[in-house]
């Protein structure tokens, strides 16, 4: 069984300082796992992925993620924030190759950008 | 490429009425999946395709949900008859391989009055 935790379900940071969205997972079996991102009136989007590769990974829009087994985490981080990231962020678990469980989404964090 | 469409945008009717919504996989894509978020909560998964059989539809909230993909290419998801609980997002994505990223569509909104 999986479940994904988004620990904040908003976020506000000024505009030009670091963003820190938090996930937690849970997996019985070796997870994918993935940050979405879904601005208004679009689908939702493809930030980064990871499935068992490199731990550090690198997304698009100066995103990145860090899978930390030890801790159960992958949270997303961005070094400076930019007025167009203001969206909802959508943390997913897979364990895909397990043809049995699902993708499981996050609850969402709204990302609020201050000017 | 065009990416995953979804038909309508928007839809708005009566407890009771039928409503269809589309889906346009991105050409090539034999996986097509349905999600779903009802207001304030996750998104959850609703039933996967592939080609035109169900893989899994284990997500589906009950009878009234009936999901099709005739020809193994675009996809339909009729609630008949709907409810008030069933307004929410609907979400449709796909992709090629089932170990491979989802594309997803913008969704369309389900309102039952």
């Known amino acids: 069984a999986q479940s994904v935790t988004q620990l904040d379900s908003h976020v506000s940071v000024s505009e030009g300082t670091p963003v820190l969205l938090r996930c937690n997972y849970s997996?019985?079996?070796?997870?994918?796992l993935f940050w979405y991102v879904q601005h208004p009136n679009k689908g939702l989007q493809l930030l980064l992925k990871y499935t068992s590769a490199a731990t550090l990974v690198k997304g698009i829009n100066g995103f990145e993620a860090e899978f930390k087994k030890s801790e159960t985490s992958f949270h997303l981080t961005k070094p400076s924030a930019h007025m167009s990231d203001a969206a909802e962020y959508f943390c997913v678990v897979s364990a895909l190759m397990n043809r049995d469980d699902k993708i499981i989404f996050g609850k969402g964090t709204r990302l609020h950008i201050l000017p | 490429e065009a990416g995953v469409t979804q038909f309508p945008s928007h839809s708005v009717i009566e407890k009771g009425q039928t409503v269809t919504l589309r889906c346009d996989p991105i050409s090539g894509h034999d996986n097509l999946y349905w999600y779903r978020r009802v207001m304030g909560k996750e998104i959850k998964f609703l039933l996967h395709?592939?080609?035109?059989?169900?893989?899994?539809e284990s997500g589906m909230p009950n009878n009234r949900f009936l999901a099709e993909r005739t020809g193994g290419t675009y996809s339909t998801l009729k609630v008949q008859p709907a409810e008030l609980e069933d307004s929410g997002v609907y979400f449709c994505?796909?992709?090629?391989?089932?170990?491979?990223?989802?594309?997803f569509g913008p969704g369309t909104r389900l309102t039952v009055t």
């Open positions: 997996s019985s079996y070796s997870p994918s």
């Open positions: 395709f592939v080609k035109e059989s169900k893989q899994d």
């Open positions: 994505a796909s992709s090629p391989t089932e170990v491979y990223e989802q594309y």
